[in-house]
């Protein structure tokens, strides 16, 4: 065949074979080309980063502040009581037992303050913290006896939780109360600053503010919320002061404190130690805002107030003052009562009040004051010293006995 002449077509089934060859090739290619793509963008792509591990709560445990008398701790899982020491750090599930005139103030990781009394029991249930939110657990089971409670500062991210055998109460940030339970489960709860939640084991649920609080028995049944008595405010003899007597078998110390609306009767503590834990005095008064201390010996005390309601409901005591008392030289004669309310400085003159017996002598670093009738003095007196400086009142009574007290001058607001 010569080269002018043509070659005959190509068949059809040779032309689908050639085209069904060449889209396979492509197919692979391309598909080779995608599987790259994905083995590269899995090696060198950007990667999603694996969540965080979550955050395990870690426990920070409490310490001691201070203990008197007889405190025990019994640790988690042992038999065996040991003496409670500063140095120990409670932790989960620990139990401290106060004994008989024994108190025990511990301080909790978040900054809260748990004061147990005396013929208490008390476990440690959780003191932990969040290490990444910082957020503070505490959570405490009084068994029984009594405990007063501070809670942390409202900058602690957190919660407390107090139990008993009949009650489950969560304090919010600085709230201050008071829990008693009784040996067959009884409970008393006080909040007197703050507020606070409680469910009661029949599952009744109850919110306490300030100056509020309930009363659950045996049962765990609640009774009806109980409105508080307000804080006294404490008068004479003022914080600090130093009482002299010739005689202190014939002393009589006048404490004074402000009444408190609706209360039916106060309650008065004096004690050698602020404590409390075993009171000299713990007496009531009915109506009246004031007591005589007979006989005292010398040495340093400590007194406090609470009101008492009508239905006998105890409020918050007052702030701790306290006083001491020294012997002066002997006179034959008793010396009278004085109360020294205030030494109060306003510009060049200085304001005293306070309360003596009738007919009394008064004066003050020398200068004489005038007493009433009823034996109170209220007297302005220039003054040429300042705020912070010692003055001196002298009182001497019919009889002829002289008592001294000695105070701080402060400002007057």
């Known amino acids: 065949m010569t080269s002018d002449e043509k070659q005959p077509p190509p068949r059809r089934g040779d032309q689908l074979e050639w085209f069904t060859v060449r889209y396979r090739t492509l197919a ?61 750090v409670l932790r989960q599930n620990d139990l401290v037992r106060t004994g008989s005139g024994a108190s025990a103030e511990i301080h909790l990781a978040d900054g809260g303050v748990i004061n147990v009394r005396p013929d208490s029991l008390m476990t440690i249930l959780e003191s932990s913290q969040n290490p990444i939110s910082r957020r503070q657990r505490t959570a405490l089971s009084i068994q ?68 509020e609080g309930v009363r659950v028995d045996a049962t765990g049944a609640a009774g009806p919320k109980l409105a508080l008595p307000t804080v006294p405010q404490l008068t004479a003899p003022s914080n600090g002061t130093d009482i002299a007597y010739p005689d202190l078998k014939q002393g009589i110390t006048l404490v004074l404190w402000n009444a408190v609306p609706g209360a039916s009767a106060y309650r008065v503590m004096v004690d050698f130690s602020p404590s409390f834990a075993r009171p000299l005095f713990d007496r009531q008064t009915a109506r009246s805002t004031q007591m005589e201390l007979r006989a005292l010996e010398a040495g340093e005390y400590y007194w406090k107030v609470a009101a008492v309601g009508a239905d006998g409901t105890e409020g918050s005591f007052s702030d701790v003052w306290r006083f001491t008392l020294a012997k002066s030289p002997q006179t034959t004669a008793s010396p ?62 019919t009889r002829g006995g002289t008592v001294e007290q000695r105070r701080r001058v402060t400002v007057a607001d």
Request: glycine letters at 14%; zero cysteines.
């Open 144 to 211: 029984s006896g009594e405990a007063n409670f501070q809670t942390a500062s409202r900058g602690v991210p957190g919660s407390t939780t107090i139990s008993t055998p009949t009650l489950r109460a969560t304090a919010e940030r600085d709230t201050a109360g008071n829990i008693q339970v009784a040996q067959g489960g009884a409970t008393g709860l006080r909040i007197f600053r703050g507020q606070g939640a409680a469910e009661t084991r029949a599952g009744q649920r109850i919110a306490l503010v300030s100056n």
């Open 336 to 397: 009278p009562a004085l109360a020294f309310e205030a030494a109060e400085l306003k510009g060049n003159l200085l304001h005293v009040r306070g309360r003596t017996e009738p007919g009394a002598t008064l004066s003050l670093n020398g200068v004489r004051l005038e007493v009433q009738a009823d034996g109170s003095f209220n007297e302005f007196v220039a003054f040429d010293g300042e705020a912070g400086a010692s003055v001196l009142l002298t009182a001497t009574g």
């Open 28 to 88: 692979l290619a391309g598909g080779a080309v995608v599987l790259l793509a994905a083995i590269g963008w899995f090696l060198l792509g950007p990667r999603t980063p694996p969540p965080p591990p979550a955050a395990v709560d870690v426990e920070t445990g409490a310490t001691f502040k201070s203990i008197e008398g007889s405190v025990q701790v019994k640790r988690s899982g042992k038999l065996e009581w040991r003496p409670a020491t500063l140095a120990i």
